[in-house]
């Protein structure tokens, strides 16, 4: 094993993830069949919504995604194969020129324990996620995970045909933005390198932030809504040349979360007739319930996460009022017309920005 792959024992971290998770929801073996076939359905219907609404199709000759619809242990299987696939070499990029040995915190940080940390991340994420399509790793495939889908829907008390079209919509968006725009994945591995290339890690320093971030979680719990308070382990992050890789990554990925966002909610009535039902229901969701899942949440960077769900759409809906469909498909172009950070909550700015003076995206 390599320096850079013992860092994460991701076997391990699998082994870990399917013992701490439970099965789901009760169904039968004719419910959950049934489940199984509605949702390829669905994501095959899907298609052709999103794309009439988008005006995006898949770039000729590219691959031909798949569709998986898989349980919780399956959905552990396959990103710990994707986390491996990004993270070993971002883990190779940190090590590389450091020229004093680990100290303690780093030698007691092995890749054992840090195999066991991924694998209770990968436990807590694996209830929650109700599909996606995978960027790194393999790629090319979507991912439909059932039985979080069929819990949420029953919890949610919403018409399961609908909701399970309408999660599809969402998947099925990214999975066209990156079979359309085929440079997409490469400046994402391009800005992750670029953070990896900035970093230079001091285990004292790390310990010192890791009890900043600590500390934080403990006002999550009691309660407390401090917006100064370091925002999950990507506080860790404060090398400015860092801290500019990750504004990129976060705008891109702002943009590429709203859009699905505003596509799911765009196909309107017509095809999901509660759709106004479960985005309202949905929202809810989203906010999370007790104090573990608000460190959890708070921990994982998953606040966050919903920020970007928000100011995607933001960005996205006001592009279009202003500029049409067409207008915003400019934005997928080429690295170059991808939105600012700031541009995400000011839209017109990137029209300003952008449409005068960049190459036309392809109808």
């Known amino acids: 094993m390599s320096r850079a792959s013992s860092l994460v024992d991701w076997d391990l971290a699998g082994r870990t993830a ?4 439970s099965s789901g929801p009760e ?4 419910e959950a069949a049934a489940v199984v076939a509605e949702l390829h359905e669905a994501a095959a ?5 999103v794309e009439a609404l988008t005006g995006l199709r898949p770039v000729p000759g590219g691959p031909v995604p798949t569709v998986a619809v898989v349980d919780r242990p399956g959905w552990v299987e396959a990103n710990t ?3 491996a696939a990004l993270l070993d070499p971002l883990s190779a990029a940190l090590q590389k020129g450091q020229d004093r040995p680990p100290g303690p915190l780093a030698t007691a940080i092995g890749s054992r324990a840090t195999g066991v940390q991924a694998g209770g991340v990968l436990a807590f994420l694996c209830t929650r996620v109700l599909g996606q399509y995978e960027v790194f790793g393999s790629g090319g495939r979507l991912l439909l995970v059932a039985p979080n889908i069929v819990e949420t829907e029953r919890r949610l008390g919403v018409d399961p045909s609908d909701f399970r079209l309408w999660v599809c919509l969402h998947e099925v968006t990214h999975q066209l933005q990156f079979t359309a725009v085929p440079w997409l994945r490469g400046y994402l591995e391009e800005q992750i390198a ?3 290339e900035a970093t230079d890690l001091d285990p004292d320093v790390l310990l010192d932030r890791l009890t900043d971030l600590v500390r934080s979680l403990g006002d999550v719990v009691r309660g407390g809504q401090d917006d100064d308070a370091p925002q999950g382990l990507m506080a860790l992050v404060r090398d400015p040349e ?3 890789a990750l504004d990129r990554v976060t705008a891109v990925m702002s943009l590429v979360e709203g859009h699905a966002e505003y596509v799911m909610d765009g196909v309107g009535p017509d095809v999901v007739p509660s759709v106004r039902t479960l985005r309202k229901r949905f929202a809810q969701r989203r906010k999370g319930r007790g104090p573990i899942d608000r460190v959890l949440r708070r921990l994982l960077g998953l606040e966050q996460k919903m920020q970007q769900y928000a100011d995607g759409r933001v960005f996205v809906a006001g592009v279009v009022d202003l500029v049409g469909m067409d207008g915003f498909n400019q934005v997928w172009a080429g690295p170059e017309n991808l939105p600012l950070k700031d541009e995400l909550t000011d839209p017109a700015r990137w029209v300003t920005r952008v449409l005068e003076t960049r190459p036309a995206f392809p109808a």
Request: proline fraction near 0%; charged fraction near 25%; aromatic fraction near 4%.
């Open 18 to 21: 399917r013992r701490l998770v």
């Open 45 to 49: 219907t899907a298609v052709a919504h």
């Open 81 to 83: 194969a994707g986390m």
């Open 242 to 244: 860092q801290r500019a």
């Open 27 to 30: 169904t039968s073996r004719e």
């Open 194 to 196: 670029s953070f990896a």
